[in-house]
Each structure stands twice: as C-alpha cells, then as structure tokens.
C-alpha cells in the first residue's frame, strides 16, 4: 500500500487516481481487513481509505442541536400499562424529528449485550487463520466477514465487518463461527422480541392498529453486523462509515463506550453519546416510505478514532424471503385527499438495488421514488 503525508490529500478527490483498483485488490486478497493493516504497524492512512468529503469532521463534534437538544432517549419501563401513551407520544416526536432514538428499560439483559460486543470482538481479535474462511464479499452468504471497499466513488471504510443473516432462527445459527455462536444466537433472539415491542409501539404512533406492522410481515428477517473500527492512525482523514440511510425497514443498534457515531439532523452533525445500557433505534428508508414521511430514516456516519477498537453491532429488519418480491407502499390507512401518497410501492429486493446504485454516489436513494 502507498501512503502519503497528511497535507497532501487534504481537500483534494483522490478517489479516482491510477492505482485505486490494484490497491483495493490487495487490500482484499489479505483476507485480514483493516485490522491487517493496523496489525502490520501502519502510521499512515493508505490512499484508498483517504475521504475527502469530510475532512475536518474532527474539529466540529457536538451533541446538541441548534436548540439545546440531543438524541432523544426514552425510557420503556413501564410501557405495557400506565406509561404507554407517553411512550408512544415520545416515538413519535423522535421518530418524526431525528429518526433515531435511544432506549433504556428495554428488556435486553446487559450481560446478553456485553457478550455480543465480546463475541465481535472475539472473533476480528482471532488469528488471521481462524477468520479467513469467512473472508467474502458475497452477501448472499449466510455468514461472512469482509472490509468495506466500495468500488466506486467512495473511499473505503476504517473497519472489518462480520455480517450474518438469519431465515430460519434454529437451524442458521450452526453456520455462526463457533466464538460467536451462543453470544449472537442469545442476543438475537432478545433483539427479535425487542422488535415485536417497538412494532406495536410504532404502528400505535401510527395511529394504527398495534399489530398492523406486524401483519405487513416487513421487519421478518433480520441481518446482523459486528463492526469492528480499528484505532486509527490519522482519525481525520477517512471515515469509519461514510454518511448513509440504512435501505430497511428498522434498525436496532447496540455500541460500546466508544464515540463516532454521528446522525445528520438539522443541516448538522451531532454525536449518539454512548450510554451504557442503551440500544439505539433507527427507522430506515423504508419504513419511511410505508409511513408516507410521518418518520424519518436517520442519515448518519461513524468517525474513526485514534482510540479503540469501537464495536458495535447492528441488527437490520426487512421483509424475508417469502415477501422478498411482495412491495410496499405507503401505508393506505394513513391517506387521505389531503394527505396522497408521496411513494410508488417497492419491494425490499427492488430498493435494495435502487439504493445501492445511489448509495455508491453517496446520494439519498429515497428521494427518487416520490411519485
Ligand atoms: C450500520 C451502521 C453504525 C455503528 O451498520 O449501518 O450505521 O455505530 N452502524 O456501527
Ligand atoms: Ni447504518
């Protein structure tokens, strides 16, 4: 890998030069990640990780938007009887004015949480040898571990990825690393009944029935990334995540202790502060389509750190298999002469193409569906 002093790049779209191709490739054929890199005693950040649409991120870090206010944090604990309707109040106005929102009281065991970030940990921290087999970048896979190096337009990403996607909740577990069998499987099935909890709670903010998301069958599958962001030499110069929506339907996020996590809100960035306990909620793009707007999907990015490793785990809800080709649209109940739809229907297989050939230009991909 070439490297660089630091002004050199500063500011400049390097992103298209000679060599981008071979470097990603033999960033790729290490099979070892960002982690490779870091472990082979780097000082420098490599050409292909170099951002140049954000550089300076570093200096404006806030937590607060222009009125005083953070992301907001809502408290479950009591959420099946007297405290319901201020739950759901307080949903809606986070889910309308961020699009995320961080839970406490959520049911989640921390110890449960604890051993998933041990267990993403566990397995980027293993020997280059344990974790090759699954190095891919085929993600029709059921399990597979890769760095993300997008081939067009977009720097690469400060971070090694596990990612697994789960059909069948008994029988795809067998294909998890063994370090993270137990962890993921256990962490995932708390998660998938955390999700059943907001699905009600976010069809009442609705205004709809409470089970009318999950009669839509659209938040069935679930995919599950460990990210693993290594420290990082020079912080200011790439991005552990470049800015994006996530293309389903919700998210559930757990993060450890260490910040990065940044959501667009109000032409600013201002940080998820990490709190212990806490999961962070995310509404993707389509959930905002099928809500007709009423909730936003969340743009955000995650910093790299000069600390670390960050760790963090995602879970992503979106139609499974069996509606793969089923689409959506705004949700009919919630139209009327004053209020059209804004959407053409889609399904989840169709926007995952759509938002991939805009996400690659780091443009919003929703936008384009309006009718
Ligand atoms: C994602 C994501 C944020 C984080 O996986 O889509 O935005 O904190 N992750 O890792
Ligand atoms: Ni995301």
């Not at 960033?27 to 490779?36: D, E, Y």
């Not at 099946?80 to 004015?97: C, G, M, P, Y």
């Not at 069996?322 to 959407?343: F, H, Q, T, V």
Request: aromatic share 8%; hydrophobic share 35%.
């Amino acid at each position: 890998m070439s490297s660089h002093t630091s002004q050199e790049y500063v500011g400049l779209d390097v992103l298209d030069y000679e060599d981008r191709g071979r470097e990603l490739s033999e960033l790729i054929s290490t099979k070892a990640g960002v982690k490779g890199l870091v472990d082979s005693g780097i000082h420098k950040v490599p050409r292909v990780f170099l951002s140049s649409a954000d550089v300076k991120h570093q200096l404006e870090r806030t937590s607060y938007d222009g009125t005083g206010n953070h992301v907001p944090i809502i408290n479950l604990k009591d959420y099946e009887d007297k405290r319901r309707r201020n739950i759901v109040h307080e949903i809606l106005q986070a889910s309308k004015k961020w699009g995320v929102f961080q839970i406490i009281n959520h049911g989640v065991p921390s110890l449960v949480m604890k051993n998933m970030l041990g267990c993403v940990y566990g397995f980027h921290e293993q020997p280059k040898e344990l974790k090759e087999g699954f190095y891919s970048h085929d993600s029709t896979r059921k399990v597979w571990y890769y760095a993300t190096v997008q081939p067009v337009r977009r720097a690469a990403f400060w971070k090694d990825t596990i990612a697994c996607q789960f059909e069948d909740m008994t029988t795809d577990f067998e294909a998890l690393p063994l370090i993270c069998r137990n962890p993921m499987s256990d962490y995932v099935k708390h998660i998938v009944e955390l999700k059943v909890k907001l699905c009600k709670l976010l069809s009442e903010a609705l205004g709809l029935e409470s089970n009318h998301l999950e009669l839509m069958e659209c938040m069935e599958a679930r995919k599950v990334v460990g990210h693993y962001y290594p420290p990082c030499p020079e912080p200011d110069l790439t991005l552990g995540s470049a800015h994006h929506t996530d293309p389903y339907f919700l998210t559930i996020l757990l993060q450890g202790d260490i910040d990065g996590l940044q959501v667009f809100n109000q032409d600013q960035w201002i940080d998820v502060q990490p709190m212990e306990g806490a999961l962070i909620v995310m509404i993707g793009d389509l959930l905002q389509l099928i809500s007709n707007d009423l909730l936003r999907s969340v743009e955000h990015r995650v910093l790299a750190n000069r600390i670390g490793p960050r760790l963090s785990a995602a879970c992503f809800f979106s139609t499974n298999g069996r509606n793969k080709d089923r689409k959506y649209g705004p949700i009919k109940e919630l139209l009327s002469e004053k209020n059209p739809a804004l959407y053409k229907e889609i399904s989840q297989v169709e926007y995952y193409k759509h938002y991939s050939v805009h996400e690659s230009c780091g443009s919003k991909s929703l936008p384009h569906l309006k009718l």
